[in-house]
């Protein structure tokens, strides 16, 4: 993934510093909040959504039973339309094909629809290095790459940034930003139209991703909103688009399924404004698939932890989570932050970090992602999955042992209760060490002279 | 009716008072409660914290001490949700109203049991206090609660009823992510207090004591005079006292 | 071994032994309704669009060439493209199939036919059939003009998809140009035509 979130410290530690920002934390609650409830409004219209979302679930499912089998029908279909398919083990190899497809072009530009799988391997970085400039063409990816910030949501990058920041942003770095640039939102789109517009008329190579292929017809499928999409998959004469291995989909019917779940889920809309389609070389077109892994066929391998590549990237388990919603997605130190991101990034990069580790303990599992996801992700269950996987600190082993080994004989947990009793008195208002962290914010309840089963014991059942 | 109690951990060893009022209620509504004194966790917190084995083990002791009964009234949420939703996948248990089983025991939580087997809503209570109630994650999207607990409120004697703004939205406690994740937690249960405060009410009801205490030791160090109390403590009290 | 046999390789390893799922269909599909669309399927199409800040208007068949030399009229549009294929009646316009993206930018709008509508989002589909062109007709111009067969509205999604050839290029269209990317608010028109105008001909 992206090396910028090299050396990260885990997430307890972002967070905290998070949760002081007040400015970060009013921006995220005023997005989240807005895009929840016209997600809420929308799916609500539709009274068959349930069956919507188990469709949803199992296609995916039978897909990824399934994959190598419809990865070679796809290559097939797209070839036979005249595109070129290339396939990726990992960042590196994508970021070479990709490079060595500008380089034999003879271009030192690119343009570039939002796409999560090139934020995932690097991808500008890459080509940067090889004397290729990448221009993201999404507005919350031009605010993110203008204000060499990070993105912090999969679907609004730059949802950390309000209106007046963006402004900012704009008369900063973008040099042909009218000098009388308010912050209203209209007029911030106008200036990245006009910004974006020459880019766009001269580009001769664009980069994307999908968010669909069709294994039965070849036709891979791009869902967005400015027409900044359209531009890049359009006018410029190579295109070439980098996808993960499981955005895949069998039949061209089951997009009926995918194009009601993803735009209600993600932009709260009924659909989308634009979505294209195309299968193979188009209008004249140069055409490059490169299907990437890079730690996907890892996730597939784990009979739990693989349902997390049912994932549509609508971000809708971003915009429910009270943990996301306080910390922002810089927090998860990951292109895919928020719930979906505690699950997925620990998978695709392993758990070798203190950052990584982390990640699965940051939710409190209320539930509310798995609610709302439209290929019904269990999140809480993957969650706890990892957190069993990762290595424990040792003063929590030893804690956990003694747990258990009090409540493996009620006698012992008997025993404890009773000598908790009779120190009733002397638990200090402040605890100390790692239980400090409980007693900072709240008090401790009274800890009661007598159990309620010694209560049971000496009364009975209370009959006595 | 016989059916057995399991207490859980935390109501054993901090809330005797809710489990006391557990039986005060199932007797008087005519059910005969037993108290399998080999219980002692259903295994949550190592489960969710990673140690599925320490929890597993949990798990089997559980099926054993219940594995008599018909059926099993579980005075929280969460643990309720714990046995229901996780043991089958974690020790292939089999939880009689489990998705796709039948066979005992089964497994209630207080609200369930009250409203689905013994079929009441009104359980003669009385309380003549400001209440707002909190639905809890677990009872809320694991157990799919629904209006059972507001129903047995609402038909509580003297008691005023006060809808909790983002009821919904998890307080913030999640078992030991309240210690691991001590910022965040914070910050939900300040947002979560804020609206119970905005509320009104004199006291915050839910359906786990685990919740409560989180909130309730946050409103208490602010000194709001707000008190939590379990749901079974409310449905206990009656004109008379108890 | 090639990078395609590892990633095979690694994925017949991972699924080994794992059941195959059934696919439940237990949602709306395809009505295929027979005949001219309703009126109230009309409305319900033009309400949506509507929603979208779109313009729409509803018009007998005969009456489209004027729709649309009023709607041009009244925007002012002298350099219009109307793609090849466009009904003969209709005003005339470049068919625009040679212009460079810079000459399109030129344009003042452009007039089109669609393949189908879908009532229940507000949207149009566009296959580069006779009156809808390559892709980027519909795209550089500032305004796109497009008219809607009565008959070609159908209820939902799944009917749509249905009726499309999967091998054409598709843009499927629903309102202008928008973006939700400052504060999630929903602000029209940014990359895309800023302005899309919709004549239903019934």
């Known amino acids: ?22 400015q970060l934390r009013f921006n995220l609650r005023k997005a989240t909040r807005t895009i929840r409830n016209k997600r809420a409004l929308v799916v609500g219209e539709l009274a068959d959504w349930p069956g919507l979302r188990q469709a949803g679930k199992a296609i995916k499912d039978h897909t990824l039973r399934n994959l190598d089998r419809y990865l070679i029908q796809l290559e097939e279909a797209v070839t036979a339309a005249g595109g070129h398919v290339h396939w990726a083990k990992d960042a590196a190899e994508a970021n070479r094909i990709v490079a060595d497809l500008v380089k034999a072009t003879g271009e030192t530009e690119v343009v570039k629809v939002k796409s999560m799988a090139t934020q995932e391997i690097g991808l500008n970085e890459a080509l940067e290095a090889e004397g290729i400039t990448a221009y993201e063409t999404d507005l919350a990816e031009l605010i993110v790459q203008l204000g060499d910030d990070w993105p912090s949501h999969i679907l609004v990058p730059a949802i950390h940034r309000n209106r007046a920041e963006i402004r900012e942003i704009f008369l900063d770095k973008m040099p042909d930003a009218p000098p009388g640039l308010t912050d209203e939102p209209r007029a911030l789109a106008e200036a990245a139209r006009l910004h974006l517009r020459e880019r ?33 998959l359009t006018l410029p004469r190579t295109l070439i688009s980098v996808v993960g291995i499981e955005k895949l989909l069998p039949t061209w019917r089951d997009l009926e399924v995918f194009l009601q779940l993803l735009p209600r889920s993600s932009t709260g809309e009924r659909m989308n404004p634009y979505t294209s389609t195309w299968a193979g070389a188009t209008e004249g077109q140069d055409f490059h698939l490169v299907l ?75 539930g509310a992602c798995y609610e709302v996801c439209p290929v019904a992700i269990d999140i809480p269950t993957v969650l706890v999955e990892l957190r069993a996987k990762a290595r424990h600190p040792r003063a929590e082993r030893l804690g956990m042992a003694a747990a258990g080994w009090v409540f493996t004989r009620s006698v012992r947990l008997a025993r404890a209760q009773r000598f908790g009793g009779r120190m009733r008195r002397l638990v200090p208002k402040r605890l100390p060490g790692p239980m400090s962290a409980w007693t900072d914010t709240r008090d401790i309840p009274d800890i009661p002279r007598e159990s309620f089963r010694a209560w049971w014991d000496r009364t009975e059942g209370g009959t006595r | 009716m016989r059916v057995a109690l399991f207490i859980t951990c935390v109501n054993d060893t901090l809330f005797p008072g809710t489990g006391q009022a557990v039986v005060t209620l199932l007797r008087r509504l005519g059910v005969d409660v037993d108290f399998p004194p080999a219980q002692t966790c259903c295994g949550q917190m190592h489960v969710n914290t990673g140690y599925p084995k320490e929890g597993g083990r949990l798990a089997r002791q559980f099926m054993d001490v219940f594995a008599g009964y018909e059926a099993v009234v579980i005075p929280s949420g969460s643990c309720a949700a714990m046995v229901r939703e996780q043991y089958p996948r974690l020790i292939g248990a089999a939880i009689g109203n ?11 939580e207080l609200s369930e049991f009250l409203v689905d087997v013994l ?19 677990h009872s809320l999207r694991g157990l799919r609660l629904g209006d059972r607990p507001r129903k047995l409120l609402e038909n509580v004697r003297g008691l005023e009823l006060v809808p909790l703004p983002g009821a919904e939205e998890c307080c913030g406690f999640g078992g030991t992510f309240a210690v691991k994740n001590k910022d965040v937690s914070a910050a939900m249960c300040a947002d979560k207090v804020g609206n119970v405060l905005s509320t009104g009410a004199e006291v915050l009801c839910a359906a786990d004591n685990s919740c409560l205490m989180h909130i309730g030791g946050t409103l208490r160090r602010q000194k709001s005079g707000i008190r939590v109390m379990h749901l079974a403590e409310i449905l206990a009290t009656t004109e008379g006292g108890r | ?48 669009v509507r929603d979208y800040r779109a313009t729409v208007h509803i018009v007998p068949a005969d009456e489209v060439p004027a729709a649309i030399q009023a709607a041009l009229s009244a925007r002012q549009a002298d350099r219009v493209i109307v793609p090849e294929g ?26 089109t036919t669609c393949a189908v509508a879908v009532a229940e989002t507000g949207t149009i589909v566009l296959d580069g059939g006779p009156g809808m062109g390559r892709r980027a007709l519909t795209l550089v111009p500032d305004y796109h003009l497009c008219v809607v067969m009565a008959e070609q509205i159908v209820p939902g999604v799944p009917d749509a998809v249905a009726r499309l050839d999967p091998v054409r290029p598709l843009t499927w269209i629903s309102g202008p140009s928008a973006t939700s990317d400052i504060e999630l608010n929903r602000v029209e028109g940014v990359h895309g035509p800023r302005t899309l105008e919709v004549i239903i001909a019934t």
């Open chain 1, 200 to 232: 766009f008329l001269r580009a001769k190579v664009a980069i994307s991703g999908a968010n669909f292929m069709i294994a039965e017809t070849g036709t891979l499928v791009v869902l967005e909103s400015e027409g900044n999409g359209r531009m890049c």
């Open chain 3, 1 to 48: 071994m090639t990078s395609r046999d590892t990633i095979l390789g690694r994925i017949r390893a991972a699924v080994a032994g794992a059941p195959d799922v059934e696919i439940p269909r237990d949602y709306h599909g395809p009505i295929f309704p027979e005949g001219p669309a309703d009126a109230s399927l009309i409305e319900h199409f033009a309400e949506r």
């Open chain 1, 1 to 22: 993934m992206s090396k910028t979130f090299v050396g990260m410290p885990a997430f307890p530690k972002n967070a905290a510093k998070a949760v002081q920002d007040s």
């Open chain 2, 119 to 137: 079929g009441v809503v009104d359980v003669g209570a009385y309380f003549p206090h400001w209440v707002t109630y909190h639905p809890t994650c």
């Open chain 2, 98 to 108: 489990a998705p796709d089983t039948s066979c005992d025991p089964k497994v209630y």
């Open chain 1, 292 to 366: 990437l892994d890079n730690g996907r066929t890892g996730v597939l391998a784990d009979e739990v932890g693989r349902q997390a590549l049912r994932c549509i990237r609508c971000s809708a388990c971003l915009n429910v989570c009270p943990v996301y919603e306080r910390t922002g997605g810089h927090a998860y130190g990951s292109v895919y932050p928020g719930p979906i991101g505690a699950i997925l990034t620990p998978q695709l990069r392993g758990m070798s970090t203190e950052l990584d580790r982390s990640l699965p303990f940051a939710s409190s599992l209320c």
């Open chain 3, 86 to 111: 466009a009904p003969a009646e209709w005003p005339p316009g470049t068919a625009g199939e040679s212009l460079t993206p810079a000459q399109l930018d030129e344009m003042d709008g452009v007039v």
